[in-house]
């Protein structure tokens, strides 16, 4: 494949099929092994519908002209485009409104439409003396613009000027739309909390990626992010729990002393300026009320939203243990994080909650969650009991269904559709009930073929809090996904009507994320593999490509100062026994053309050491097995340590 993928290059095809493939071009110096690495001169994330590349180069002036339509939508586009050329190029950019022969940039919003287009679609056109980029609607000329910064050199992410760069781009013709209309990342800002600013330069960052739709998810266990008038202790109360450090689920259960200082919330003026701020980026905003489960933080804001005794003893989580999931799912309640599906109370506080939500948020779509709700309080809840024989209900799943139609008919009361995570379905939902799909691709599947709108985000490839590198490097969570595994996303399966496919997203649980740059870590790179499935033909997926792309964007962030994870170099550990019970190690990587190099004696190794060739078994006193990628003569990966006795302890026993 890769000397095909040369000679392509050779011939100088430049058809749509392989036009960014046709953009690579190989160093003049080839590793050590023997691998010519490919350096591509055009890496556009995600992969443009068509892209031809030209002769000729782009020089961007000193004096910048943008001529643009005077329309509000086209000038924040303009806007955009104006501050992210002036700062790092220290041009001078002005903009027309009216006709301009000497204009160097052009955004064109279209007469007459262009059905290919949509709605998001764009053209991007640079040719030695002129930038334009063609739309049916600003959002299109957004996504141009996005394009247009990736064709520029990586300089034009700084913050501040770039002293002796070259402002050159190549000469292209891009003609782009999106696959799917939702482009989604969700953030979960209930297990930690994320100031307004950090919510803001989350949307920044999506937008390079041309993700239109944020997820919040505003209210769980471990608290309640969102004013509510009317019902201030949700937010005097249920924002706040006592700070843990440490591995979530394992944390010692507070002690009545410890300070509840730790956690915020979002007034509504808050949520007005982030809607504003992401309307503004053509980003919507969906917001997430989790119920019925996950609702601790609600219930001791409000312990008669409960029908548990002791209820009034409930405090917000902090992190310790409160579910018992050694038998699956639904996990056993350790304590009642439930409202109470038999509790009248439940309805008028959830009437209240989503009348002032679907007045603060203008998308078309309220998340009401759904998702594991134990069930073992409502088995013994008399009150649960006489509600089943009231309205003839055999299951606890149709006691949760029951709980999810009365919640859906508040939501649509208020305008809205009703959206929750796939679970609810169990409860036998009418087609006018928008599903989620996280726990694998089959119940969006399932669920399509009954007629619901769904949004795909399965955990298998689109959960950004699993660890995306070896356990040993990584805040240890449930489960492992690499990059080449996002990658691999196709949100609309097989046999599957596309119209009922309204997007996919990917999803970020907190439970494990402190701070603003672990999140950037755990989003990048799986975030480009996530942005490439849900706005590219998947035709257009090409994993070596996108591999080169993702390296040039990590120059791109690091000058745009935002963190990401390397684990991609990271080498991949694979034990098993050998016929006399001792230990084989595997040693493999998740992409092609790296050494590993290893030491079993305690020292660092580097390429000088031992280069990995065939599976290894530890000598027999080593305690510690020491690892690193190198391509050619430069180390590309994290040095990693694994104990020997963390080998043995995943290795299985004869």
């Known amino acids: 494949m890769k000397h095909l993928f040369q000679l392509l290059c050779i011939l100088g095809l430049s058809t749509s099929a392989l036009a960014q493939e046709s953009s690579i071009i190989a160093t003049s110096n080839p590793t050590e092994g023997g691998v010519v690495m490919p350096v591509p001169e055009i890496a556009i994330i995600p992969e443009p519908v068509s892209l031809i590349k030209n002769t000729g180069t782009f020089t961007l002036p000193e004096n910048v002209i943008i001529l643009a339509d005077k329309t509000p939508e086209t000038k924040l586009v303009v806007d955009y485009l104006q501050m992210h050329l002036s700062i790092p190029t220290g041009s001078f950019v002005s903009i027309y409104t009216t006709s301009n022969n000497a204009a160097t940039i052009r955004l064109i919003t279209n007469e007459r439409e262009n059905a290919t287009l949509g709605k998001e679609g764009y053209q991007l056109t640079v040719t030695p003396k002129l930038i334009t980029i063609r739309a049916n609607k600003a959002a299109g000329l957004f996504y141009g613009v996005q394009t247009l910064l990736q064709l520029f050199p990586k300089e034009i992410e700084t913050k501040e000027l770039a002293k002796n760069v070259k402002w050159t781009l190549p000469c292209v013709d891009i003609t782009d739309y999106p696959r799917l209309g939702w482009r989604g990342l969700m953030f979960d800002v209930a297990r930690h909390f994320f100031?307004?600013?950090?919510?803001?330069?989350?949307?920044?960052?999506?937008?390079?990626?041309?993700?239109?739709?944020?997820?919040?998810?505003?209210?769980?266990?471990?608290?309640?992010?969102?004013?509510?008038?009317?019902?201030?202790?949700?937010?005097?109360?249920?924002?706040?729990?006592?700070?843990?450090?440490?591995?979530?689920?394992?944390?010692?259960?507070?002690?009545?002393?410890?300070?509840?200082?730790?956690?915020?919330?979002?007034?509504?003026?808050?949520?007005?300026?982030?809607?504003?701020?992401?309307?503004?980026?053509?980003?919507?905003?969906?917001?997430?009320?989790?119920?019925?489960?996950?609702?601790?933080?609600?219930?001791?804001?409000?312990?008669?939203?409960?029908?548990?005794?002791?209820?009034?003893?409930?405090?917000?989580?902090?992190?310790?243990?409160?579910?018992?999931?050694?038998?699956?799912?639904?996990?056993?309640?350790?304590?009642?994080?439930?409202?109470?599906?038999?509790?009248?109370?439940v309805y008028v506080f959830l009437d209240s909650v989503i009348t002032q939500v679907a007045a603060l948020f203008p998308f078309g779509y309220i998340h009401m969650g759904g998702d594991e709700a134990p069930i073992n309080y409502w088995q013994a809840n008399d009150a649960v009991k006489a509600l089943m024989q009231r309205e003839g209900l055999k299951t606890m799943q149709q006691v949760q269904g029951y709980f999810e139609k009365r919640v859906q008919k508040i939501v649509e009361s208020k305008g809205k559709k009703f959206m929750g995570w796939d679970e609810i379905l169990d409860g036998d939902m009418p087609n006018t009930t928008a599903v989620m799909s996280w726990r694998g691709m089959q119940y969006g599947t399932?669920?399509?073929?009954?007629?619901?709108?769904?949004?795909?985000?399965?955990?298998?490839?689109?959960?950004?809090?699993?660890?995306?590198?070896?356990?040993?490097?990584?805040?240890?969570?449930?489960?492992?996904?690499?990059?080449?595994?996002?990658?691999?996303?196709?949100?609309?399966?097989?046999?599957?009507?596309?119209?009922?496919?309204?997007?996919?997203?990917?999803?970020?649980?907190?439970?494990?994320?402190?701070?603003?740059?672990?999140?950037?870590?755990?989003?990048?790179?799986?975030?480009?593999?996530?942005?490439?499935?849900?706005?590219?033909?998947?035709?257009?997926?090409?994993?070596?490509?996108?591999?080169?792309?993702?390296?040039?964007?990590?120059?791109?962030?690091?000058?745009?100062?935002?963190?990401?994870?390397?684990?991609?170099?990271?080498?991949?550990?694979?034990?098993?026994?050998?016929?006399?019970?001792?230990?084989?190690?595997?040693?493999s990587t998740e992409i092609d053309g790296l050494d590993i190099y290893y030491s079993f004696d305690n020292s660092t190794p580097d390429r000088f050491y031992p280069k990995y060739t065939e599976k290894l078994t530890p000598p027999k006193d080593a305690s510690m097995l020491r690892v690193i990628t190198y391509r050619g003569k430069e180390p590309i990966g994290r040095l990693i340590s694994m104990p020997i006795d963390e080998l043995n302890r995943r290795s299985p026993r004869r």
């Open 446 to 587: 399932a669920a399509a073929k009954k007629g619901h709108e769904v949004v795909m985000s399965p955990t298998q490839f689109a959960y950004l809090d699993y660890m995306q590198g070896d356990q040993i490097t990584e805040p240890k969570v449930y489960e492992s996904l690499r990059l080449n595994k996002s990658y691999q996303f196709n949100p609309i399966p097989e046999g599957v009507d596309p119209k009922y496919i309204i997007g996919a997203q990917a999803n970020l649980w907190t439970e494990q994320i402190y701070n603003i740059r672990q999140v950037e870590y755990m989003v990048w790179p799986r975030g480009f593999a996530i942005a490439e499935s849900v706005w590219s033909p998947k035709e257009k997926k090409n994993w070596p490509s996108f591999v080169s792309r993702t390296e040039e964007h990590f120059k791109r962030l690091d000058l745009a100062e935002t963190k990401y994870s390397p684990a991609m170099y990271d080498p991949i550990f694979k034990v098993s026994r050998a016929a006399d019970k001792s230990l084989v190690i595997d040693l």
């Open 195 to 345: 100031t307004k600013e950090e919510v803001k330069q989350f949307v920044d960052n999506m937008v390079r990626y041309k993700y239109n739709l944020l997820h919040l998810h505003l209210a769980d266990d471990e608290g309640w992010r969102l004013e509510i008038k009317g019902l201030p202790k949700l937010t005097q109360v249920g924002a706040w729990n006592v700070k843990k450090v440490g591995t979530f689920g394992a944390f010692i259960p507070p002690t009545a002393d410890e300070p509840r200082n730790y956690g915020g919330f979002y007034t509504q003026d808050d949520i007005k300026e982030i809607i504003q701020y992401a309307k503004d980026r053509f980003v919507d905003i969906l917001p997430e009320i989790d119920v019925p489960g996950h609702s601790l933080a609600a219930v001791a804001s409000y312990p008669e939203l409960s029908c548990t005794p002791g209820a009034e003893n409930y405090k917000v989580r902090s992190g310790e243990q409160i579910m018992d999931w050694s038998k699956g799912a639904p996990p056993r309640a350790l304590i009642d994080n439930t409202l109470c599906p038999a509790n009248e109370k």
